[in-house]
């Protein structure tokens, strides 16, 4: 049977980026080696991760004065790297979330922070507003996609300082206004790659403003003037990046997919909010993510959850259940995931609703 895979992360990929990877494993780029034993140094590897660098560049439209990296760790290693290399007295943060709150409890590590708005209160069911960003904050974080609450910030905010962004769930669902930012990280495993690589786009002159001595591997610099081979980086999720990353430039680049991103989510968004079973979770429809719908039961249906969960599992239907902060279901609609399996989802709704 046909599977829908609605998981939040590891996630979906596109089968261009799987078949591709596959024949690598075989036999890479006519080595008659697979590209899990050949040096990350030979002509052909270099090539590979010179061309992904260039795809992000050109796909998310990257001034000139950036750097993209690719190293290991996640984004929770980016949670302690960016205050080490940004944080000199103080930064403002936005708390929208487990992964924000994450980002939060390390900066605090390396100095001052301002946590400028919260709806933790609300368990993250909305995207704060009218906060203020005090003008000597070293930079702002926002993590743009919250990945578990299904909220998502969908323009990037004007503030008088330099943004970091966690863009781990969202990158490449939208275009981005990079020159606002002096870092955007995030783990590959929910729009790009398999587990394993972590992109990091970095403004050369943010960096060299702190006091403090920097480990050699926590130094984004080690990894600019390596052109991010400073050590062995995660070669074969950096080879499968590189496939996702020329699918998404032949589906038209990101405000094509951004366009095919809101289609597949208005569907799912309408279905639940014309269902008598169903509600969303976020209710302001200006904060709702379009790659991770979450929704549950209304009160009278509540114990009926875990049957419609094994319901859609006989339609193909995996990888729906919500986390457990939440409750209920996540649909994780992210870039590779097509409109069909949105269809048979909205379908087995439906279906389950008028038993
Ligand atoms: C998944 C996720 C993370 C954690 O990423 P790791 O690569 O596992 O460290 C951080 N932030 C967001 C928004 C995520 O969705």
Not at 118 to 130: E, Q
Not at 193 to 203: D, L, M
Request: charged fraction near 25%; aromatic fraction near 10%; proline fraction near 4%.
């Amino acid at each position: 049977m046909k599977k829908h895979n609605f998981y939040a992360g590891p996630s979906i990929l596109s089968e261009y980026t799987l078949k591709n990877t596959a024949a690598a494993i075989e036999n890479f780029a006519g080595t008659g080696l697979s590209i899990l034993e050949i040096s990350h140094r030979s002509k052909e590897f270099v090539a590979v991760i010179d061309e992904a660098r260039a795809l992000f560049k050109e796909l998310l439209d990257i001034p000139d004065g950036y750097q993209v990296l690719f190293l290991g760790g996640g984004a929770s290693l980016q949670f302690c790297m960016v205050p080490y290399n940004l944080l000199n007295k103080k930064a403002s943060y936005l708390d929208t979330g487990t992964w924000a709150n994450k980002a939060i409890k390390e900066a605090k590590l390396f100095g001052e922070v301002d946590v400028v708005g919260s709806s933790k209160a609300d368990n993250y069911n909305y995207i704060p507003k009218g906060y203020t960003v005090a003008p000597d904050s070293d930079y702002f974080h926002i993590t743009t996609n919250n990945t578990i609450y299904g909220t998502e910030i969908h323009n990037d905010p004007d503030v008088d300082v330099p943004m970091v962004a966690d863009m781990s769930s969202d990158i490449f669902s939208r275009p981005v206004d990079v020159s606002k930012y002096s870092i955007i990280y995030g783990g590959a495993q929910k729009n790009l790659a398999p587990a394993g690589v972590t992109f990091v786009i970095v403004k050369e002159d943010a960096l060299g403003k702190v006091d403090r001595a920097i480990p050699t591997m926590l130094n984004y610099k080690t990894h600019i003037d390596k052109d991010t081979m400073f050590n062995t980086p995660p070669v074969l999720p950096i080879y499968s990046a590189l496939q996702t990353l020329k699918w998404y430039k032949e589906l038209g680049g990101v405000e094509a997919i951004n366009k095919i991103n809101l289609h597949k989510a208005q569907k799912l968004y309408d279905a639940i909010d014309n269902s008598k079973m169903f509600h969303g979770t976020v209710t302001n429809p200006e904060d709702r993510s379009i790659m991770n719908i979450t929704f549950v039961m209304n009160d009278e249906y509540k114990e009926l959850e875990k049957d419609f969960i094994d319901f859609a599992s006989t339609k193909g239907i995996v990888g729906i259940k919500g986390h457990r902060s939440v409750g209920g279901f996540r649909a994780s609609t992210y870039n590779a995931l097509p409109e069909s399996s949105v269809d048979v989802l909205i379908a087995a709704m439906k279906e389950f609703e008028n038993k």
